[in-house]
């Protein structure tokens, strides 16, 4: 099973500031990564799919990056709706996993 | 506009039952793979089990395999989730979530979930 490490655990970021979100795959995943926000109580939302391709209706502030190991979700100007809890998802090998999730909370 | 709405949760016992519903709309259900993910209270996301547009091939992750039954019944639009002899490790919120068109193995959208406790 393919292990997905997210780093940092907590991201303290000011309004404004951009944000890097970083997710390592524990073997290739070629381009097969996901990310998703879910804030408190609610369900997860996709934003990026296939590592940088946004999902519909997602605010170009959000973009993907990344192939084989190394990842990253940028938020380019974090707005006070974004701070949430954010995970990568790799889809390349059987069975889907998740990573352990990085909290983006205001500083 | 897509909605799934998850039922079925509640508190029960180890090595109790329990079954999962999922109602659809918005899309044309038998056209999609459908599956369950789970987050334990304060945790992170863990892929449960899927289900194939016309239900003829499920998947199960190993730690509820032999244990969990995944269905569908498409004249309904509703999925569901068996699940036997459940443990306390069980205990989590059960999210419904629809795929993308290609089966690419990422989850489009989510229900609000539904919560499982396991605990004596």
């Known amino acids: 099973e393919i292990v997905m490490m997210q780093s940092p655990a907590t991201l303290s970021v000011s309004p404004g500031e951009r944000g890097i979100l970083s997710c390592r795959a524990s073997?290739?995943?070629?381009?097969?990564v996901a990310w998703y926000q879910q804030k408190p109580g609610q369900a997860p939302r996709l934003l990026i799919y296939d590592a940088s391709t946004r999902a519909p209706g997602i605010p170009a502030r959000f973009s993907g990056s990344g192939s084989g190991t190394e990842f990253t979700l940028t938020i380019s100007s974090l707005q006070s709706e974004d701070f949430a809890l954010y995970f990568c998802?790799?889809?390349?090998?059987?069975?889907?996993?998740f990573g352990g999730g990085t909290k983006v909370e205001i500083k | 506009e897509v909605q799934l709405v998850e039922s079925g949760g509640d508190l029960v016992q180890p090595g109790g039952s329990l079954r999962l519903s999922c109602a659809a709309s918005?899309?044309?259900?038998?056209?999609?793979?459908m599956s369950w993910v789970r987050q334990a209270p304060g945790k992170g996301l863990e892929w449960v089990s899927s289900i194939s547009g016309r239900g003829g091939s499920t998947y199960y992750a190993d730690s509820v395999k032999g244990r969990f039954t995944i269905s569908r019944d498409n004249s309904r639009d509703t999925q569901y989730l068996q699940m036997n002899s459940l443990r306390v490790e069980d205990t989590a919120i059960y999210y419904c979530?629809?795929?993308?068109?290609?089966?690419?193995?990422?989850?489009?959208?989510w229900g609000q979930g539904t919560l499982v406790t396991v605990s004596s």
């Open positions: 998802q790799q889809y390349n090998n059987w069975p889907e996993t």
């Open positions: 918005g899309f044309t259900f038998s056209s999609y793979v």
């Open positions: 073997q290739s995943v070629s381009g097969n």
């Open positions: 979530a629809k795929g993308d068109a290609y089966n690419s193995g990422f989850f489009v959208s």
